[in-house]
């Protein structure tokens, strides 16, 4: 089993920022790791997709957060971060990270519960 629990979330400000992590745990020889988003009353959004391919390592960007989100890794922690930059209401959302031991696929096995992003004034 691979284990994901997100946390940063809360409430951010209009043009302000906020940084989320994700810790993995038991089985953690996963190939790449996502996050996603969910508004309500929206379709769940790829907010990016980190691969390694040997050795490397390579993320894409939706590009509604490009030049605003950053994805960033601690290996000797297992964990990912997405500090998000400018923060926008659209930005709201449910943000999940997802793992799966193939290159970015279409569906990801392992995800974690997710944590609640508001940014309001």
């Known amino acids: 089993h691979l284990y994901l629990v997100e946390s940063g979330g809360g409430l951010g400000q209009p043009g302000g920022s906020l940084r989320l992590s994700c810790v993995a745990s038991g089985y953690t020889d996963y190939y790449s790791i996502a996050w996603f988003r969910q508004a309500p009353g929206k379709e769940r959004e790829r907010v990016s997709c980190?691969?390694?391919?040997?050795?490397?390592?390579?993320?894409n960007y939706a590009a509604s957060v490009e030049g605003r989100f950053t994805v960033s890794r601690d290996d000797a922690k297992n964990t990912i971060y997405l500090e998000m930059n400018n923060l926008t209401p659209e930005d709201t959302a449910t943000y999940s990270c997802?793992?799966?031991?193939?290159?970015?696929?279409?569906?990801?096995?392992?995800w974690g519960q997710g944590t609640q992003v508001t940014v309001a004034a």
């Open positions: 997802a793992a799966d031991e193939y290159q970015c696929p279409e569906t990801f096995d392992y």
């Open positions: 980190t691969t390694s391919l040997y050795s490397g390592s390579v993320t």
